[in-house]
């Protein structure tokens, strides 16, 4: 891929997310007033009595601005986990979903949902992290760890955790049965200034982290033997890498559920379009994941008049898309 199409990922965050803010049902404001909202806030013009701009502020800046930057950092995160997975165990199939690390962050979520006294953030981070835990430990043998056992792997203790999460629901009263349904579904719809401040810190710690050993993923993927030939340490790099991915990726479950497709999908489509250098997909991973999964909110929010759970859209869309990149003559997957 070429360098000004790469730029276009770059550049296209940012009105995609200006535009999301026209995006959404409201009875009470029009897009003019939307535009008269920001006008005031920029040059401090106010074209609208002080009542409307209110409620237009109420509207864009407490209910739909939340929603918009929590989407933008979910998409982002997960492809950018999907990605270092990928490169991580040298696997196109890996991604935090198939090595459990989702079901395992929900198990953990739902049960911070429960009871809490544990805290959310760090409850679905413990569990995911152990999932992938046991996913690689599972699947290692003498000769190391091949494809076959890792998916395997990855089935079993993701069907563990999820079996587990469903013991959480059976047992917990309505209405906190009712909430962590459909939270697992993939929500965006509670989005609020309180997730994002809960999120923001550990995704993005953990994408800078991950933005700056990007070039150490392309020794990871030539193997240990390579990677110590050039004097670094593949179990301590390894860890560098599976530490923050699963950070991003349980910080993103605990705060809008499960959301499939998108660690598996999307960074499949970023190497497609940059090849597998990690030094460019890291960089594309953050801005295409976060307007595509952004893209797909807006979808969820017009389509009907009731809210459909993100989640489903995701699989809906992504793996249909993904397959169809598959089939195209041009579009082959190319391994570092």
């Known amino acids: 891929m070429s360098i000004p199409n790469r730029t276009f990922f770059y550049i296209i965050p940012l009105p995609l997310i200006i535009m999301s803010l026209f995006i959404g049902p409201s009875d ?20 609208l009595n002080q009542d409307k701009l ?11 601005l939340p929603r918009v930057i929590l989407a933008f950092l979910i998409g982002s995160a997960l492809t950018v986990s999907g990605n270092s997975f990928q ?22 979520a739902a049960l911070a949902l429960v009871f809490h006294i544990l805290p959310l953030q760090l409850t679905a981070f ?12 599972l699947a290692l043998t003498r000769k190391g760890v091949s494809t076959v056992s890792l998916i395997l792997a990855g089935i079993i203790v993701s069907g563990i ?9 059976f047992l917990t009263d309505p209405f906190k049965l009712q909430t962590i349904v459909h939270w ?9 200034w309180s997730k994002v401040k809960s999120s923001v ?10 933005f700056i050993i990007r070039w150490r993923m392309n020794v990871i993927a030539l193997g240990d033997e390579e990677t110590r030939a050039v004097g670094l340490n593949p179990e301590q790099e390894k860890i560098m890498i599976l530490l923050p991915a699963t950070l991003i990726a349980s910080a993103s479950v605990a705060v809008a559920g499960v959301i499939g497709m998108v660690g598996l999908a999307f960074p499949h489509m970023v190497r497609m379009m940059t090849g597998p250098d990690n030094r460019k997909t890291q960089p594309v991973s953050i801005a295409f994941g976060g307007s595509f999964l952004l893209l797909v909110d807006d979808f969820c929010r017009t389509i ?33």
């Open 28 to 47: 009470v404001i029009t897009s003019q007033d939307i535009l008269a909202w920001m006008q005031n806030k920029i040059i401090q013009a106010p074209s």
């Open 161 to 169: 955790f999820t079996a587990l999460l469903t013991v959480v629901q």
């Open 87 to 108: 490169a991580l165990f040298r696997n196109p199939l890996v991604s935090p979903d198939i090595l459990g690390l989702s079901a395992g962050a929900a198990f953990g």
């Open 126 to 137: 413990v569990f995911g992290l152990l999932a992938v835990g046991l996913s690689y430990f």
């Open 304 to 336: 009907t008049s009731f809210e459909i759970p993100i989640g489903i859209f995701t699989t809906l869309i992504g793996g249909p898309f993904f397959v169809y990149l598959l089939k195209k003559s041009r579009m082959v997957f190319r391994e570092s």
């Open 184 to 192: 697992t579904m993939g929500n965006l719809h509670n989005a609020s």
């Open 201 to 210: 810190l550990p995704i993005l710690l953990g994408i800078i982290w991950l």
């Open 54 to 64: 209110e409620m237009v502020e109420a509207i864009v800046f407490n209910v739909r």
